[in-house]
């Protein structure tokens, strides 16, 4: 393994100092947290991003730092030994995410068991996708978890985990409606979830609407809003279609060309993503959680441009 955590530090700060990243006058004085999503690695060069950039961010005092889980188990004994060396090496509270989409109850429920016996302590727990993406028709296993509420229900019952969930701020799109969907996550927070983390939603007004509509139907865990930088335009519009998360036409426009001239975009992603979460700060939002791509570079200055100071983010004991 290759890990050269040194130079992408230095590269990062060497961003830190562009103009068109700038903070401006109105810095909002911190209070944040924030957590980090990375994806198993595939290869000794993802490898070697992969613990780069986890290396890099654990500065930022992370609440946790979790791994995903791939589509159908593919990654199932990956995540849960990056979860537990991320806990030993960096000492950082780690999340392992599971699915439980085409598999039987007690498959899910051994490696919830697994993960126990190796000290992992937090699931994000998740439903999944089909084998064909989530257009897919979806028919639950007659010996499955059929929806995630039922597979929180069920790693609940097994150990004592703390479970964070996925709520949708643009509704999923296999939801019947709003209100089924948001319904659908009351029940997952019944059964035991303590977070809810959002899909990513780059329309801060759909992001408030959705916060009242969750507070109003009797939700009171943290949700906190998943923020994904945008490292390639064109892959991410073709995602947030295929997700049912809206990219607002001024977006479209902003990003017209700009999967071309790197710099730029990574200039722009930062500087976008800390007005998107500024704005979501006026809210009241506290706690980001970045899907880093396995990338620190975009996150770090995201981080550093919104107040979420190694110091202050260790004081607030989210
Ligand atoms: C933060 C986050 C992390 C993710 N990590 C991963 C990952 O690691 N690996 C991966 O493969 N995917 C991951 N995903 C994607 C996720 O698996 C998909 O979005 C999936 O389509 C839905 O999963 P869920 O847990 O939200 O499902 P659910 O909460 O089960 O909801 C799925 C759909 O079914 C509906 N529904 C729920 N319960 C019922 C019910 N009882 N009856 C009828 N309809 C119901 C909901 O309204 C929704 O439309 C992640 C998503 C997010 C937001």
Known sequence: MNIQPDLALERTRRRRKEPDVALGATAIPSQVAVSFEFFPPKDPRQETSFWTAATCLRRWNPTFMSVTYGAGGSTR?????????????????????????????????????????????????????????????????????????????????????????????????????????????????????????????????????????????????????GILPISNFTRLAAFAEACGARIPLDLHTQCEGIDTEPERRDRFAVAFAIAQCRALQKLGIRQFHFYTLNRADLVEGICAGIGADTEQARRMHI
């Open 77 to 225: 004994g990956a995540t849960g030994d990056l979860v537990v060396t991320l806990q030993q090496r960096l000492g950082v509270a780690g999340a392992a995410h599971l699915t439980s989409i085409g598999a039987r109850r007690d498959e899910v429920d051994a490696v919830a068991d697994a993960y126990w016996a190796t000290g992992i302590r937090h699931i994000v727990a998740l439903r999944g996708d089909p084998p064909r993406g989530v257009a897919a028709r979806y028919t639950p296993r007659r010996d499955g978890y059929p929806f995630a509420d039922a597979l929180v229900a069920g790693l609940k019952r097994r150990h004592d985990f703390e479970i964070s969930v996925a709520a949708y701020p643009e509704v999923h799109p296999q939801a019947a409606s709003a209100a089924a969907d948001l319904d659908h996550l009351k029940r997952k927070i019944d059964a035991g979830a303590s977070r809810a983390i959002t899909q990513f939603c780059f329309d801060p007004a759909a992001m408030e609407r959705f916060l009242d509509r969750a507070s109003a139907a009797g939700i009171s865990v943290p949700i906190v809003p």
